[in-house]
Every structure is written in C-alpha cells, then in structure tokens.
C-alpha cells in the first residue's frame, strides 16, 4: 500500500484519510489540533479497533460522530492517555508500563503540561484501563495486533496491513533524541522496520510514512550525532542542526533534544 493511495474526508475540524485493503480499512484521523495528534482506527466487517486517543474535547465530538456507523469494540492506549471522555464505554486495552506511564510517568507529566497550556479545551482526563495486556499477539474485534512492549508503553503491529504503529517518526521534523544511546535505539528500531518490509508506519503526529522516511529519519540521526560531537554548547549545536535542516518543523523537540545532549 502506497502511503499516498487514499481518500479523503474532510470534517469540520480534522480530515481523515481512508485506506481501503480490501477486508480491512485504515482510517487515519488528523486531529489539526495544537499537537498535531493523529488517531488511527482499523476496520474490518463493520468493526473497529482504535490506535490511541484524541485528547481536545472538539477531536473527542468529531471523532465519536464520524464513527457512528462503526461498531468499536476497543481502544489500545499507548504513548497518549488522556482524553477519557471519548468513547467512555468502550474497552480499553495497554500494557502495565504504558497504564503506569500515564498515569503517573512521563505521559502524566505531560498532560500537566498541556493542561496549563491549553486549559479547558483539553481533555487532561486519563483513560482507564480495562485489560492490561502483554507482549505478542492479541485478538480485538476479529482484527490480530502483535504487541511490542517499549520503554514508555507498547508499539503494535498489525499484519492484515503489514504496518506498524509507533510513537513518533516524522521525516520532515525534529525529534526528541535524548542522547546518542537513544538515537542509536531508533535507528536499530528502524532498520528492522526496513528489514521487515512494513508498507505504512504509523505514528502519534504525523500522518503515515514509509520505509523511505524510515531511511530518512535514520540518516537524520546519524547526521545527529556527527553535529553533536562538534559542538561545544546546546546554541551552537541547534545553530548547525537549524542550518542543515532550514524546513524541518518541531523547533520545541529540538531544544529538547539539545537539553539531553548538554545536560
């Protein structure tokens, strides 16, 4: 599957892009809210499981409404635990890291911030869990996902479609790298998505790329590390950084990363 073979509906808010497989769709939800969220749903015989959660409460109305015709039978909640107003009766399935990392973890402390950010228009409500699942496979709705379990929460496969979700990728932005042994982690994570052969990668914020992207981000971080090694401060490394990649977005990660690079 092309990652740019798909239609479009545009909302009143977001946009979704459909992919149809055959069997089973993928529904790819554009927030357009502050931080760019991306919600992915995956349909198969009018059933649906849905990969994280918007967190705005205008996302929360939009989404529910598009979804009307669809039955969810579940939500798998990694990296994006707030917004538990959307679908509050629906069940929801994660990991015991990825529960314990929203709730009260680096996904909780993250919701604080976006709450003093944002206010009353977001959702700072966390998801609460109904089924903690493990690693490997797991079965939703007639719909396979295989759990991967990582450091902050779980990645997932989904083999009807041969595409992965992940928490970030983003070819054309910044990323948070937080020092040279997590940079090299993600670059071994996605050689293996490219020695796989995966047709889509999905992710929190970003709309769904491919292998070359994969490649891509890889020779980024690569580059990364070349830079960081010449530098002597954190103004100097995003001055080299900004001075390579002019168009890429997510100046906030990017101070970010330099922070971990020149604790």
Same mark, same amino acid.
């Given at each position: @599957?092309?990652?740019?073979?798909?239609?479009?509906?545009?909302?009143?808010?977001?946009? @979704?892009?459909? $992919?149809?497989?055959?069997?089973?769709?993928?529904?790819?939800?554009?927030?357009? *809210?502050?931080?760019?969220? &991306?919600?992915?749903?995956?349909?198969?015989?009018?059933?649906?499981?849905?990969?994280?959660?918007?967190?705005?409460?205008?996302?929360?109305?939009?989404?529910?409404? $598009?979804?009307?015709?669809?039955?969810?039978? /579940?939500?798998?909640?990694?990296?994006?635990?707030?917004?538990?107003?959307?679908?509050?009766?629906?069940?929801?399935?994660?990991?015991?890291?990825?529960?314990?990392? =929203?709730?009260?973890?680096?996904?909780?402390?993250? #919701?604080?911030?976006?709450?003093?950010?944002? /206010?009353?228009?977001?959702?700072?409500?966390?998801?609460?869990?109904?089924?903690?699942?493990?690693?490997?496979?797991?079965?939703?709705?007639?719909? +396979?996902?295989?759990? %991967?379990?990582?450091?902050?929460?779980?990645?997932?496969?989904?083999?009807?479609?041969?595409?992965?979700?992940?928490?970030?990728?983003?070819?054309?932005?910044?990323?948070?790298?937080?020092?040279?042994? !997590?940079? *090299?982690?993600?670059?071994?994570?996605? !050689? =293996?998505?490219?020695?796989?052969?995966? +047709?889509?990668?999905?992710?929190?914020? $970003?709309?769904?790329?491919?292998?070359?992207?994969?490649?891509?981000?890889? *020779? $980024?971080?690569?580059?990364?590390? %070349?830079?960081?090694?010449?530098?002597?401060?954190?103004?100097?490394?995003?001055?080299? #950084?900004?001075? &390579?990649?002019?168009?890429?977005?997510?100046?906030?990660?990017?101070? @970010?990363?330099? /922070?971990?690079?020149?604790?």
């Amino acid at each position: @599957m092309n990652k740019n073979t798909f239609t479009t509906v545009k909302l009143a808010k977001g946009e @979704m892009k459909i $992919y149809d497989f055959g069997g089973v769709k993928l529904h790819a939800y554009k927030t357009n *809210d502050f931080i760019d969220d &991306e919600v992915f749903i995956v349909e198969k015989n009018g059933k649906a499981v849905i990969i994280e959660s918007p967190c705005f409460f205008d996302n929360n109305r939009e989404l529910t409404e $598009y979804l009307k015709d669809i039955q969810v039978e /579940g939500l798998l909640i990694a990296y994006h635990g707030a917004g538990a107003t959307f679908l509050p009766d629906v069940p929801k399935y994660a990991t015991q890291n990825a529960v314990d990392y =929203s709730e009260n973890g680096g996904g909780k402390a993250l #919701v604080d911030k976006f709450t003093d950010a944002f /206010g009353e228009i977001f959702d700072n409500s966390i998801h609460k869990i109904t089924s903690v699942i493990g690693e490997g496979k797991v079965t939703i709705g007639g719909i +396979d996902f295989e759990i %991967k379990q990582t450091a902050e929460a779980f990645d997932i496969i989904i083999p009807e479609i041969n595409a992965v979700y992940t928490h970030m990728l983003g070819h054309d932005c910044h990323s948070i790298v937080a020092g040279a042994g !997590h940079a *090299d982690g993600i670059i071994a994570e996605l !050689h =293996s998505y490219i020695e796989k052969g995966y +047709d889509l990668i999905l992710t929190s914020h $970003y709309t769904p790329e491919d292998l070359k992207d994969a490649q891509t981000k890889i *020779d $980024y971080l690569e580059n990364l590390k %070349k830079i960081v090694a010449n530098c002597a401060d954190a103004d100097t490394f995003k001055t080299e #950084v900004q001075k &390579e990649y002019p168009a890429y977005s997510g100046q906030n990660y990017l101070d @970010m990363t330099a /922070g971990f690079f020149f604790a």
